[in-house]
Each structure stands twice: as structure tokens, then as C-alpha cells.
């Protein structure tokens, strides 16, 4: 998986969306596009556990590697999706909105923290 860049012209982020499950595999999937604020989200705050366990996702239909507590995270959530397809999830959380490899990126969203945090519905 590979982010597209963000636009440097406009405050912008990237929300992801979790999919219901396609298959008996259970599959962790989601879309993450660009965002300007209008968008209503959910800040996701969570401590990064230790690299030594990743588990693989889906992001755009790509895969995706994530440490273990946010497979986990990821999947309580897409169970509750599950349980109410009526509503769409749509969430911020930074290993998976922010290029971790684009260091330029990465300062610049950090830098952007309180806005982020302030325009969600829910934290």
C-alpha cells in the first residue's frame, strides 16, 4: 500500500472508512481518502505497542501491515460495523491516515494534532 500524497495547498487529512466483512476470513478492510474538515470522524488515541507483531489488513484493497493492538482495535470495530450496517464508521488514526514514511508528511499532520483532535465528532 502505498499513500497518495496529501494536497499542500488546502488543510487536508486522510479519514479512513472500515468495510463490512466479505468473507468468512474476516478480513480487515478499509478505504482511507483525503479530507478537507467538512468531514465528520472520529480521532482514534491509541499507544503504539512494540513492532515485533504485525498483522496484515486491507487498506484500498492493499495490504497493509499494523501492530497487534490495532489489528485488534480494527477488529472490535469492524464487528460493531457488522452489527450496524445502517451506519457508516469513519475514523482518524494516525498509523493508518498519515504516511509514517513521508517524514515532511508526518511532521506536518503531528503539527496539525489540535486541529485534528478539535474538528472530530468524537475522540
Known sequence: ????PLDDY????????LLPWVSAERLIQCRVR?????????????RWDAADV????HMNDKVFL??????DLLEVLQQEAKDKPEERF???IDALCIDQNNIWERNHQVA??????STATCV
Open 1 to 4: 500500500f502505498v499513500h497518495s
Open 10 to 17: 488546502q488543510p487536508s487529512i486522510r479519514v479512513g472508512e
Open 34 to 46: 483525503q479530507t478537507t474538515n467538512q468531514t465528520t470522524y472520529t480521532c482514534i488515541s491509541y
Open 54 to 57: 504485525l498483522r496484515e489488513i
Open 66 to 71: 499494523v501492530r497487534q493492538n490495532l489489528y
Open 90 to 92: 469513519i475514523y482518524w
Open 112 to 117: 496539525q494534532m489540535g486541529r485534528i483532535f
